[in-house]
């Protein structure tokens, strides 16, 4: 169903598929207007032929000195001469004449309906449908004929082959739609064609946006149709535009963290010479606003940073040499690790990714018992980016589901029986959140606490 819907939303197969169901429709349309008219004019052109027959037949008989039909009427087609041909003709006496008349075709007379049942018009002829002498359906024209002075009346018919025409009919008809089918098919081809070369620029466009988003490009670059030009060039212009507000953050945020680091030395000092337990307060709350300050000064950094320029860092081996140093330096706890035999490389600065992990790896390690684990897996692909999982978990008490979301608020320490400043797991999630990436905090199946955290991978 997504999969669907995301079609519906492509302008390309939108545009694609209106054209193609226009297209069709129209040559619907134009295949019955052509076969109804060729339908007409045929039928047209079989009436006539009988018409032009039958006062061909009525000039070409007369009434003998014994008052007999006579003549050899001519019609010039030799369908006329074959038996069971469809084609015949006949005069046959109504009054004051005797005789018969018939083509060689006729084998034997055609019966004719009563006048009751398809009466003459006031010019003494009709028409009629009826079954010919080979199974075939003939159409007869009729006319009754005064011959001479005396009275002398005939019935002359001219039958033609309506099944004949009605081949014809269908023969035209499916070579029609034949041909119509491969021009249509030949021109949603071409339409589909000129439809998908000229959104073109569109995915170019699209995909120089991917780029620079991921780093890879700082504008958008190439020669484009006069129609997306425009939306090129203001994007550029909105992507300086945001590069110098970012610049101009960043510059600002540095500016105030190194204008506090004197006074906070200062702070510090001054505790130090105090001394006593104010001067311990003093002094671990100087400490804390270096901390926030660092912090802050850091995230500025990345974020003026991490949209400009493609950073990659090894996560495998990053992963590796820290908990060879976190194993030193815990050496009473059992440090187990899955990681996978493919390396998988963090879209991001090593730094960050040594933040967020020495910092999970030392949450872990101050709260667990003797276990604490640590994996890592790559994760299935989600549209057009591909992630990783990071794991950490220990046997230590964990954290109650109800206050999982209080252990990422900034400050907020759970147990006070255990030293820290309660900023681990909240700069974790800033960090996390700053990579566009997701943080889950639940139970352990080692009895813990069990961190997950997905960010991106760098493309290869």
């Known amino acids: 169903m997504s999969s669907l819907r995301r079609r519906f939303n492509s302008l390309t197969f939108r545009v694609v598929a209106f054209s193609t169901l226009w297209a069709v429709v129209a040559l619907v349309v134009i295949s019955t207007v052509i076969s109804s008219l060729f339908r007409q004019v045929s039928e047209r052109g079989f009436e006539s032929l009988l018409t032009a027959h039958l006062f061909n037949l009525i000039s070409s008989v007369g009434v003998g000195d014994d008052d007999r039909l006579e003549g050899t009427p001519n019609l010039g087609d030799l369908r006329f001469t074959v038996p069971q041909s469809g084609w015949y003709w006949s005069v046959e006496p109504v009054s004051g004449v005797s005789g018969q008349l018939s083509s060689l075709s006729l084998t034997k007379p055609v019966p004719s309906p009563p006048s ?77 064609l000129a439809i998908i070369v000229g959104l073109d620029p569109l995915r170019r466009v699209s995909r120089s946006l991917a780029e620079i988003r991921a780093g890879a490009a700082q504008r958008l670059d190439g020669n484009f149709p006069v129609e997306i030009a425009p939306l090129a060039n203001e994007t550029n212009e909105l992507i300086e535009s945001n590069r110098r507000i970012v610049e101009r953050s960043r510059t600002q945020v540095g500016n105030l963290a190194h204008s506090l680091k004197t006074p906070l030395a200062v702070l510090t000092n001054e505790a130090r010479a105090i001394g006593g337990a104010k001067g311990g307060l003093i002094a671990d709350q100087a400490a804390s606003m270096r901390q926030q300050v660092e912090h802050y000064l850091q995230r500025a950094r990345m974020a003026a940073q991490r949209d400009t320029i493609v950073f990659r860092t090894p996560v495998k081996a990053t992963l590796e040499r820290m908990v060879r140093v976190v194993g030193k330096l815990n050496p009473q706890t059992r440090l187990l690790t899955h990681f996978p035999q493919d390396e998988l490389v963090f879209a991001g600065e090593r730094e960050d990714l040594e933040e967020i992990v020495g910092n999970l790896l030392e949450n872990a390690m101050k709260w667990g018992r003797k276990t604490v684990s640590i994996g890592l897996e790559a994760t299935p ?9 990071l794991i950490v978990e220990d046997d230590g008490p964990g954290i109650p589901e109800e206050k999982t979301r209080d252990a990422l608020i900034r400050g907020r320490r759970l147990d006070e029986t255990k030293p820290g400043t309660g900023l681990g797991l909240a700069i974790v999630a800033d960090l996390v959140k700053e990579y566009g990436g997701s943080l889950h905090l639940s139970r352990s199946e080692l009895g813990g606490l069990k961190v997950s955290v997905v960010l991106r991978r760098a493309q290869e």
Do not use: K
Not at 162 to 181: C, G, K, M, N, V
Not at 381 to 389: A, D, K, P, T, Y
């Open 381 to 389: 692909e989600e549209g057009q980016h591909r992630s990783f999982s």
């Open 116 to 192: 009751s049942q398809v009466p003459f018009s006031s010019e003494f002829q009709r028409s009629y449908v009826t079954n010919g002498l080979g199974g075939e359906t003939i159409e007869v024209f009729e006319s009754e004929f005064v011959l001479d002075g005396d009275n002398s009346i005939a019935r002359f018919r001219v039958m033609g082959n309506r099944t004949e025409l009605e081949a014809d009919i269908s023969d035209f008809e499916h070579r029609l739609y034949l041909y119509l089918t491969i021009f249509g098919a030949g021109m949603i081809a071409i339409n589909a």
